[in-house]
């Protein structure tokens, strides 16, 4: 069965559409891209591509501070994430906590982690 409910993502885009009288339509020509693109991305019925909440931004400027909010839930939505580190050594440490991530955490040391973030503005 197909999903025709829309993500987090889209949940936020929606918001911003309507809080801003601006229909689905509009919002893809400024995205350059198709309406029927623009909403399979809100469903989840195609990637988000990398560059997407970047891309929303300099289309939008006005939502520039949206960014970060936007690139979280388009990460949720691809289920990955994508890192650029210029020391090696940076790099490798944090490849291994990513991929230990996959394996059995408890939802304690994710809970702390969680608590650690926050405590550095993440």
């Known amino acids: 069965m197909v ?6 993502l889209g949940i936020e885009l929606r918001k911003l559409r ?4 601006m ?4 919002m ?3 995205l350059d891209m198709s309406t029927s693109q623009l909403s ?4 989840g019925q195609r990637p988000v ?3 997407f909440s970047q891309k929303f931004v300099e289309k939008f400027p006005e939502w520039a501070h949206l960014e970060m909010k936007l690139e979280e839930l388009a990460t949720l939505q691809r289920g990955t994430v994508t890192f650029r580190v210029e020391e ?3 790099a490798k440490a944090m490849a291994a906590f990513a991929r230990s991530l996959n ?4 939802d304690q040391f994710i809970a702390e982690l969680e608590v650690f973030l926050k405590k550095r503005g993440q």
């Open 3 to 8: 999903n025709n409910r829309p993500t987090e």
């Open 18 to 21: 309507i809080e801003n009288h």
């Open 23 to 26: 229909n689905m339509a509009e």
């Open 28 to 30: 893809a020509s400024r």
């Open 40 to 43: 399979a991305i809100e469903t």
């Open 49 to 51: 591509p990398s560059d």
């Open 88 to 90: 090696p050594r940076k």
């Open 103 to 106: 394996s059995d955490v408890s």
